[in-house]
């Protein structure tokens, strides 16, 4: 058999070169998976087979990234993004930013966004200052994109947020909370109610030549006095909606719980159990494990998990709707949180409580001895918790020290919970997800709303148990609606891109470990990684670069599967309480399965119009973790603004090119200490080493050395902390020859990708 004719390079003939390949890539973001391109070049045969190597190469080269199906142009934007309209071009045209955005993506990237197309719902053109949900389209030449508005969102408040602070010549400043804002001068007149001590919001009024510009108060926030007023400059400066209209208010009053008529099974005598931090006041999720007495699954177990039904209570439409989906999620401060739904539903109605009757969401699966799944089922019951625990007492109680609550369920219930939980285990083991030890820090509160003290508290097998229940029912989910075509809006996590798999892999270099090439790295490839430094004075070091090579999880309705996981589909079911994408999935299982009444079905959409609903609470989750950052960085500067001058032991945790950062051991405070501050040598960032190294010495800092540090400046209601070095830098082993070298490759790297965008 002959072969086909071969153009350049080796090629089949016909096949486009790598330039059109990746022309076609930028100039079709939308439209660029591999049947895609093929279609587009007219390929066949070899040439389709062709074109699969050349896309592998460009992958491999960082100037194309694979995100699940799709191919785009490195640092590309989603196809949906949240935008904030920043100002306008010089021909009057709306120019916006992205409202959350990662730094370690590179610049803040620009959208020259136009009106929604004509026949959509009436939607207001936006303003400056307006948040837009907004189609992102094609990347100009200078890097801006174009982008059509979906929806207009609710407009936040142009205005400063600060505290009033007494001069000491008897006059009045506003101090921000905002790190990059300058303070200003208010008036006695422009005061309002406002009094010192007090966290306002202000609004420029004019600014002068000389000395700094004056305000006006708009609104008093509430007093700095208050145990929860940390929180509330979070909730304003990422617009957090907090406060439930009146109709949202009224309609969760006037809910109803339902009764035990078909299609709803009753469980009542399934002997379920909750387990959840002792502080919980809601219940979403419920649980229960025993051996399979099917003689033709010897060492089975069934596990079952039942979950909140919250879309009895809240319908597609509703005001109850409305908001959730406007919030996304619940949001977690240390001193308060910001639900999803009104206390009536989420405390009362939904919550899961001991020995009372409630209506959830059930799946029972059946494992074999191996940990693996065999079948699943979903059903709609009424069920009644026989127990409330909380996750030390569980672990109490199997670790052979029951208390009054839990003695009497231990040998009926927990003891065949975590039998079948060491049979997930098994599965979980065999499944290999990727297994990063990160120690999760908890605040803890004086009376007072300050900082008690700062905890790293244990990671008990109670924990762990749930989670696995949890990560099957959601898998069980995900399978469900999948098979049965139903859109639905999937968890998705993006295996790490090849740029950063590359930089993974050059890090690794210096400490002589290796990682495979190639697309189809496995997350069993990071857990060796991680299991050779185990125990080692480099395993914080590595574990944190491991992290950040990852890709951030998100939403969306089409299915990549969850790297994280190692599992080909996934959707969040088990909090529909506090995540409005577990509640659309609630509402596709009930219709899928005709589990439903007729009004709390999905209802029939495009999926364009999940995709815009993926992007919202993909965006409400980023707006929720930076406020809660924010929130722990203020409290914890606070309780350290009276230690200036102090001596701490810290971790170096990240870099950049102007310095370091830091975080204190025992506290976890995080804080910066500038390059000039490092030593008298000139400090540059090496970003293959993950180190700040000198110039003349070879000495510095990397990643995840042990440092001691003296507190020299703490901006409170910034949340800024600023350090001087105390410790000697270490020898790295960077002589002058090759640190030269080195700058040599990295310059000659550089060149080659010059007029590429950082992710």
Known sequence: MSKPPRGGGGRPRGTPSREAIAAFIRDNPQKATKRDIARAFGLKG??????????????????????????????????????????RDADGGLIARPAEWDEERGALP??????????????????VGDRVLTRIGEQAGDGSYQGRVIKRLERKKAAILGVVRRTDKGGYRIEPTERKQNELEIDKADLGDARPGDLVEVSETRSGRHGLAKGKVLEVIGSLKSEKAVSMIAIHAHGIPHIFPEEVLAEAEAAKRPGIEPPREDWRDVPLITIDPATAKDHDDAVHGMPDDDPSNPGGHIVTVAIADVAHFVRPGSAL?????????????????????PERISNDLCSLREKEDR????????????????????????????????????????DGAPDAIAKPVLDTILKPLWAAYACLLKGRRNREPLELDIPERKILLAEDGTVDKVVVPPRLDAHKLIEECMIQANVAAAETLEKKKQALVFRIHDAP??????????????????????????????????????????????????????????????NIGHFGLNLKRYAHFTSPIRRYADLIVHRALIGALGLGDGGDELPEMEIDRLREIAGLISSAERRAVSAERDTVDRLIAEHLADRVGDTFDARVSGMAGAGLFVTLDGLGADGFIPASKLGEDYYRHDEALHAMVGERSGAGYRLGDPVEVRLAEVQAMAGAIRFDMESEPRDLGMSMTSRHKGRGKQMARKAGNRGRRRR
């Open 321 to 341: 709707d409305r908001e959730a989906q406007k919030r996304g999620n619940s949001v977690y401060f240390p001193d308060r949180v910001v639900p999803m739904l």
């Open 110 to 127: 620009l959208v020259t966004i136009s009106a929604p197309k004509k026949g959509r719902a009436k939607i207001i053109l936006p303003g």
């Open 497 to 558: 891109a090849l740029a950063k798999q590359e930089a993974l892999r050059e890090f690794l270099k210096t400490l002589d470990i290796p990682l495979a090439r190639g697309a189809q790295l496995r997350p069993s490839a990071f857990n060796a990684i991680l299991s050779r430094v185990e125990d080692t004075d480099h395993s914080p070091l590595v574990h944190g670069v491991v992290l950040r090579s990852q890709s951030q999880a998100e939403y969306s309705p089409d």
């Open 46 to 87: 070899d040439a389709r087979v062709a074109l699969k190597h050349v896309l592998r190469e460009l992958e491999e080269e960082g100037l194309v990234e694979k995100r699940g199906k799709r191919l785009a142009a490195p640092g590309t934007l989603p196809p949906v993004m949240v935008l904030e309209v920043t100002g």
């Open 359 to 398: 209506p959830a969401m059930a799946v029972r699966m059946v494992f074999d001895a191996s940990g693996h799944k065999k079948s699943h089922s979903f059903h709609r019951i009424m069920m009644r918790s026989h127990a409330k625990l909380s996750y030390e007492q569980a672990q109490q109680a199997i």
